[in-house]
């Protein structure tokens, strides 16, 4: 027999259900109910941990946000030059997009499901792919100035979430393929917009 969950326990374990669900169905379309059945959970605790179910997504994606950042952290300290940790990570891409339960971008979901800037879901979705825009430059700051590194870094997250929307199309493999040509001549190229 098992030994019972702890409160954090449980609320971790409602995070993890409720992402699973939110990757396969969606945000609007995974009602609290069904959270609820698949945690296992009484109502009362899933209420006292998460008084709403914006509250939850905000939790799911921050979550969500940690874990690739751990990830990130991980490929780029295998790496020594700039473009070698680049093509670490779409790599990662690459590999993510094989996935059985490759879904699609979790964070791009909730910015098409959650259109309002100001809503908190919105928010989250934005600052982490604003944190990924910012790690790429600050990958690339260290081949080229800081000017050129931003407009870099905003057409490699461009690259990125083009693949990532083509893989949810059953293309994949074609499309991070592309899109690392596409990258590897940015990095090399000495004269990226500014």
Known sequence: MSPPRTSSDKRQHIIETAYTLFKRAGFHATGIDRIIAE???AKMTMYRHFPNKDGLIVEVLEYRAKRFKHQLDRLVEESTSPKRKIEKIFSWYKRWFRRPD????????ALAEFGDPAHP????????????????????EGTMPGNQAESAAAALLMLIEGATLMAEMGQGDAAIRNAWKAAATIIASPGVPR
């Open 102 to 109: 490759f879904h699609g971008c979790l964070f791009a979901h």
């Open 39 to 41: 945690a296992d959970v």
């Open 121 to 140: 879901v919105f928010q989250v979705a934005f600052r982490q792919k604003n944190e990924l825009k910012r790690r790429l430059r600050q990958i690339l």
